[in-house]
């Protein structure tokens, strides 16, 4: 960079001291916090929790280990931790583990420097160049982490005792930054103790030679509970050397739930339809995410991701956007029946906790957006104030709907009961009193009336008859 030194000299000059990682991630904290700025943007509903614990461990000084289900935001906000390294920071060019000009630990860097002095050349590296991560599998080698004898180099005529002949790993490749392990559980007991030194002595040993590496460095690890599946566990000793374990959690309610998912779900889309989606259609989202959290049928142990609520979100936007395509409508709103297809952004999601049979999956995920639709009716209406809809439906109607129907052509069936069209020009106007106002006014008045109609069916007044391209309300 061409306002920083270039040189050992010039950076003598400038005043530069050696600083720890630790020691420059606590000082960027502080400053942070006594200005007001915030440290993780976009992670939200930790504010109160886990943030609190991180921030102390930075503090601290501690390595970390984010413990927590799937989709908790454990590596985001670990890759996040960069953001307290400084801007830049030197390092003696050419070297593979980032030496401090001042402070040089490999064999590279003192003899680079014992030969030129004051005119060894200096280069400046970013905060992402500082930060190394690794997911934790089964075929990980603790030459991997820590190096391994170079036979290529020890064939050009190195010796085999030399620093020279060493390849390093990623963890000395982290020297003066921070190295993540994702998953530790999955890395096998043996390596898990290959990492003791690391994180206690702050030093590595290659192959038995007298290679001793003064690493300097911040660990962070993630992991998912220990007794999730088989997937193995994190050795008593390693844990111990960690100085915070920090547990992740789900959202602790509906409407923050419902706001991270429209933080990360794609829905500015470059489309030909505009495509809205009411409040009533986000609760149901995110509510079926927070029943599969407590659902029996569901292992609780593995957990259900917050990508469930941002999948279906997105699919459900799809579908409400495939059917003003097919229809030449350029407003729709989304609608009960664009969650028929919820099953394709669970899958994966979620495991089953029983014996799992083909199509059960896909049924436990129906009931549970049933459920899902049932509470937020429950929260907004009462099903016994359309009891004149179910006695129209019981002497003989049917009222079809999903995809295969317009917007006015589903609209047209269910204003035949004058009591319900009163009442949803009403009630539309209640749910969303802006959106209601303008061109997706019909738009809006359709998803409330299949939202009705489902709510009915979910607090069995109603019969639903799913079918290919849409269902059917009837007794």
Not at 53 to 76: V, W, Y
Not at 159 to 166: G, K, N, P
């Amino acid at each position: 960079m061409p306002d920083h030194p270039t040189t050992l000299g010039e950076l003598k000059a400038s005043g530069y001291r050696p600083v720890s990682v630790k020691a420059e991630m606590r000082r960027n904290l502080i400053r942070k916090l006594k200005s007001g700025e915030e440290i993780f943007p976009g992670i939200l509903g930790y504010e109160q929790t886990v943030l609190p614990e991180i921030q102390n461990a930075i503090l601290s000084k501690h390595d970390m280990l984010f413990l927590g289900l799937r989709g908790q935001g454990k590596t985001r906000m670990l890759r996040m931790l960069t953001h307290l390294l400084d801007e830049t920071t030197p390092i003696v060019a050419g070297s593979e583990i980032h030496d401090d000009p001042l402070a040089p630990i490999s064999k590279y860097a003192r003899d680079l420097i014992a030969e030129k002095g004051d005119d060894t050349p200096v280069e400046w590296i970013g905060r992402d160049d500082r930060y190394h991560e690794k997911l934790a599998t089964p075929d990980v080698t603790i030459a991997d982490l820590i190096g391994e004898v170079d036979l290529i180099k020890h064939a050009e005529g190195r010796h085999l005792a030399s620093e020279d002949v060493m390849h390093f790993g990623l963890i000395p490749r982290s020297h003066r930054g921070i190295f993540c392990m994702n998953e530790l559980p999955d890395l096998s007991p043996k390596i898990q103790v290959g990492l003791f030194n690391v994180l206690e002595e702050r030093d590595v040993q290659i192959r038995g030679f007298s290679v001793r590496l003064n690493l300097d460095l911040c660990m962070v690890f993630s992991a998912n509970p220990e007794d999730y599946t088989n997937r193995g566990r994190i050795v008593t000793p390693l844990k111990d050397r960690i100085g915070s374990v920090i547990r992740t959690h789900y959202p602790l309610s509906r409407e923050l739930g419902m706001q991270i998912t429209d933080e990360n779900a794609w829905t500015e889309r470059d489309s030909e339809v505009e495509i809205i989606v009411p409040t009533f259609m986000k609760e149901v989202v995110e509510e079926a995410s927070r029943l599969a959290r407590t659902s029996p049928h569901v292992n609780q142990a593995s957990g259900v991701s917050v990508r469930m609520s941002v999948a279906n979100f997105e699919n459900m936007v799809s579908n409400a956007e495939r059917r003003g395509l097919l229809h030449g409508e350029q407003t729709v709103a989304t609608k009960i029946g664009d969650l028929a297809h919820a099953p394709s952004g669970s899958r994966g999601k979620m495991e089953l906790s029983m014996t799992e049979e083909p199509g059960e999956e896909d049924r436990v995920i129906e009931r549970i957006v049933d459920e899902a639709v049932k509470n937020v009716f429950d929260k907004y209406l009462k099903a016994k104030a359309f009891r004149y809809l179910v006695e129209v439906i019981e002497n003989g109607r049917t009222i079809r709907a999903g995809d295969s129907l317009k917007t006015d052509e589903f609209l047209a069936e269910v204003f035949q009961v004058k009591q319900f069209k009163d009442d949803l020009n009403r009630l539309v106007g209640e749910f969303e009193p802006e959106l209601s106002k303008g061109p997706a006014r019909d738009a809006l008045t359709a998803s409330l009336a299949e939202f009705i109609l489902d709510g009915l069916h979910a607090n069995n007044r109603l019969n639903k008859k799913r079918a290919a391209g849409g269902a059917s309300y009837g007794m």
